[in-house]
């Protein structure tokens, strides 16, 4: 690809974010290390020889145990809206303040949603059959809990808006388990619908219109609701229409507060701010050690080694709550900046997994030159930020492919914003290729990060546990994956101005809406099989193998 000339911004945030960008790309690069001990502490790191000689696996590895150990004193995960992610955000904060950081913590409500149990759904008549959770259908998070046996009513099922306004609910919809078909609003808009007429429950069917609208939604009701909501295929739903369901869903779903953490290191210009951010929330369902404790113990590792320094513009480091819920924090935040504030911030650098095993180097691909990004993701200043880590790499001979610039971790609310942004990520649950192997070792055909133990995997495959995290991070994002975000990027046009507006009018195009398609999967595709599961106690196995990975 032909490069333009850099502007004269995307030379400023080359500049401003050379350093940050070679001391975390350092974490992702590095064969074994000892840490930088008591000189680290007393000197300043104003080149980047000295900050790498300080910035250490050793003191990366420090932070995950400590993320390790918070999860085990608080049912084994750090998921926001729990005591342990109060912990981490404690943690956190207590290492930058002992470092001379000012700390602020910006508290914000989200919905919170966790299954306490797998769901059921069961024929009872005429004839009885039991479908299969993950395969016939599954929950619609933020669902309400239930046990419900009822006959399942078809809601207008023959129109493209069935379930889209209250006239379409009868009488016989009382008491009865609403089957509704998908398309034309979302789905929370049917779901309190099906409640307000006194339904039971509800079961919502894809409607068969495009090939990726066949299979299970993996959709979200947006805000909690008091009934039990399913999704099922296009397939299957019609099929169900005057049969009596039995539904059998517990979970959790409520409104929660959480909070960012964030510090600023000043510079000698007050503009051309370099966030550098992570999320720090893991799932209910493990420790997150990899995902994303990996990312702000690295951060965390580089702010304290920063600290003695003056940048030329300021680094303002950030830990986001809410990411696994759908990138909540990261969006919280920036919606929160007023205009003047949003200027000042010359680049975003967001590192989300970086000590996955199995790992590969991706630098997201700022330049569009491999993978085709949202509207106005890719500009000059974004291909300078993927080139900066590119050349970090290619200076020490070390290989590194690009990987999609599409949204899906918290650079996207900076993207969206028109902020100039970029980062490392080492790779989920991806099935690795033999070339990718021959390029950095480890296990050609085996995920990029090994699935969970049996009962905690996070795979989209069936599993007894369902919990399939890729698949919740992009359905939490959006009410419908058919018609996706159009409401915040409103709010986003009101709140950015004239300037903003327009940017964000040309980004409403049909690439921007392919982000969040059906089955879309949060970064690679799950691989066809669990790799075999670390000895020992499995709450532990995400810090062995991540620590594993970093050194």
Same mark, same amino acid.
């Given at each position: 690809?032909?490069?333009?000339?850099?502007?004269?911004?995307?030379?400023?945030?080359?500049?401003?974010?050379?350093?940050?960008?070679?001391?975390?790309?350092?974490?992702?690069?590095?064969?074994?290390?000892?840490?930088?001990?008591?000189?680290?502490?007393?000197?300043?790191?104003?080149?980047?020889?000295?900050?790498?000689?300080?910035?250490?696996?050793?003191?990366?590895?420090?932070?995950?145990?400590?993320?390790?150990?918070?999860?085990?004193?608080?049912?084994?995960? &750090?998921?926001?809206?729990?005591?342990?992610?109060?912990?981490?955000?404690?943690?956190?904060?207590?290492?930058?303040?002992?470092?001379?950081?000012?700390?602020?913590?910006?508290?914000?409500?989200?919905?919170?949603?966790?299954?306490?149990?797998?769901?059921?759904?069961?024929?009872?008549?005429?004839?009885?059959?039991?479908?299969?959770?993950?395969?016939?259908?599954?929950?619609?998070?933020?669902?309400?809990?239930?046990?419900?046996?009822?006959?399942?009513?078809?809601?207008?099922?023959?129109?493209?808006?069935?379930?889209?306004?209250?006239?379409?609910?009868?009488?016989?919809?009382?008491?009865?388990?609403?089957?509704?078909?998908?398309?034309?609003?979302?789905?929370?808009?049917?779901?309190?619908?099906?409640?307000?007429?006194?339904?039971?429950?509800?079961?919502?069917?894809?409607?068969?219109?495009?090939?990726?609208?066949?299979?299970?939604?993996?959709?979200?009701?947006?805000?909690?609701?008091?009934?039990?909501?399913?999704?099922?295929?296009?397939?299957?739903?019609?099929?169900?229409?005057?049969?009596?369901?039995?539904?059998?869903?517990?979970?959790?779903?409520?409104?929660?507060?959480?909070?960012?953490?964030?510090?600023?290191?000043?510079?000698?210009?007050?503009?051309?701010?370099?966030?550098?951010?992570?999320?720090?929330?893991?799932?209910?369902?493990?420790?997150?050690?990899?995902?994303?404790?990996?990312?702000?113990?690295?951060?965390?590792?580089?702010?304290?080694?920063?600290?003695?320094?003056?940048?030329?513009?300021?680094?303002?480091?950030?830990?986001?709550?809410?990411?696994?819920?759908?990138?909540?924090?990261?969006?919280?935040?920036?919606?929160?900046?007023?205009?003047?504030?949003?200027?000042?911030?010359?680049?975003?650098?967001?590192?989300?997994?970086?000590?996955?095993?199995?790992?590969?180097?991706?630098?997201?691909?700022?330049?569009?030159?491999?993978?085709?990004?949202?509207?106005?993701?890719?500009?000059?200043?974004?291909?300078?930020?993927?080139?900066?880590?590119?050349?970090?790499?290619?200076? &020490?001979?070390?290989?590194?492919?690009?990987?999609?610039?599409?949204?899906?971790?918290?650079?996207?609310?900076?993207?969206?914003?028109?902020?100039?942004?970029?980062?490392?990520?080492?790779?989920?649950?991806?099935?690795?290729?033999?070339?990718?192997?021959?390029?950095?070792?480890?296990?050609?055909?085996?995920?990029?990060?090994?699935?969970?133990?049996?009962?905690?995997?996070?795979?989209?495959?069936?599993?007894?546990?369902?919990?399939?995290?890729?698949?919740?991070?992009?359905?939490?994002?959006?009410?419908?994956?058919?018609?996706?975000?159009?409401?915040?990027?409103?709010?986003?046009?009101?709140?950015?101005?004239?300037?903003?507006?327009?940017?964000?009018? &040309?980004?409403?195009?049909?690439?921007?809406?392919?982000?969040?398609?059906?089955?879309?999967?949060?970064?690679?595709?799950?691989?066809?099989?669990?790799?075999?599961?670390?000895?020992?106690?499995?709450?532990?196995?995400?810090?062995?193998?991540?620590?594993?990975?970093?050194?």
């Amino acid at each position: 690809m032909t490069h333009a000339r850099p502007s004269r911004r995307a030379r400023l945030v080359a500049t401003s974010a050379a350093g940050l960008l070679a001391a975390t790309g350092a974490i992702v690069a590095a064969g074994p290390a000892q840490a930088g001990g008591n000189a680290c502490e007393q000197r300043t790191n104003n080149s980047i020889d000295k900050l790498l000689e300080c910035v250490t696996v050793a003191g990366v590895q420090e932070h995950l145990a400590a993320f390790q150990g918070i999860a085990d004193a608080h049912d084994g995960n &750090r998921a926001s809206g729990t005591t342990g992610y109060t912990a981490s955000a404690d943690y956190v904060e207590s290492r930058l303040e002992a470092a001379g950081y000012t700390v602020h913590r910006q508290e914000f409500e989200f919905p919170f949603y966790q299954l306490t149990a797998e769901p059921t759904l069961r024929q009872t008549a005429p004839a009885p059959a039991t479908y299969a959770y993950g395969t016939d259908f599954q929950d619609m998070s933020l669902s309400g809990s239930g046990a419900v046996e009822a006959v399942a009513v078809a809601v207008d099922i023959a129109g493209a808006d069935s379930g889209c306004e209250a006239a379409d609910f009868g009488p016989e919809v009382a008491g009865a388990i609403a089957l509704i078909k998908r398309g034309t609003c979302d789905f929370g808009v049917k779901a309190a619908n099906a409640e307000a007429a006194g339904a039971a429950g509800a079961v919502i069917f894809n409607d068969g219109a495009a090939p990726d609208r066949e299979g299970l939604i993996g959709g979200t009701v947006g805000t909690p609701v008091g009934i039990p909501v399913l999704d099922t295929t296009a397939a299957l739903g019609p099929t169900l229409v005057g049969t009596t369901l039995a539904i059998d869903l517990q979970a959790v779903s409520e409104l929660r507060t959480t909070e960012n953490v964030v510090a600023e290191l000043p510079g000698k210009d007050p503009d051309g701010v370099v966030v550098v951010g992570g999320h720090l929330d893991s799932v209910t369902e493990g420790p997150g050690i990899n995902d994303n404790g990996s990312g702000s113990a690295a951060i965390l590792e580089v702010a304290e080694n920063l600290r003695k320094t003056r940048p030329d513009h300021p680094v303002r480091f950030a830990w986001w709550g809410a990411e696994e819920l759908g990138l909540v924090g990261s969006q919280h935040y920036v919606d929160s900046l007023p205009e003047d504030e949003l200027a000042r911030i010359g680049s975003y650098l967001n590192f989300d997994m970086v000590g996955s095993p199995n790992f590969a180097r991706f630098v997201y691909d700022g330049d569009g030159s491999d993978f085709e990004a949202p509207e106005g993701f890719v500009t000059p200043e974004s291909g300078a930020i993927e080139r900066l880590f590119e050349e970090f790499y290619d200076a &020490r001979g070390l290989a590194h492919e690009d990987t999609e610039f599409d949204g899906r971790s918290d650079y996207d609310a900076f993207a969206s914003a028109g902020i100039p942004s970029g980062g490392l990520f080492t790779g989920a649950e991806g099935v690795k290729t033999p070339e990718q192997a021959a390029r950095y070792g480890g296990t050609a055909g085996g995920g990029v990060r090994p699935l969970l133990p049996l009962g905690l995997r996070r795979s989209r495959e069936p599993g007894p546990a369902g919990a399939r995290r890729e698949r919740r991070r992009d359905r939490l994002r959006h009410a419908d994956p058919g018609r996706p975000g159009q409401l915040r990027r409103q709010r986003q046009r009101r709140r950015h101005g004239e300037r903003r507006r327009d940017r964000a009018r &040309r980004r409403d195009g049909g690439r921007r809406l392919s982000r969040a398609h059906d089955g879309g999967g949060g970064r690679m595709h799950p691989a066809p099989a669990a790799a075999a599961t670390p000895a020992g106690n499995p709450r532990h196995a995400g810090t062995t193998q991540a620590l594993g990975a970093l050194t």
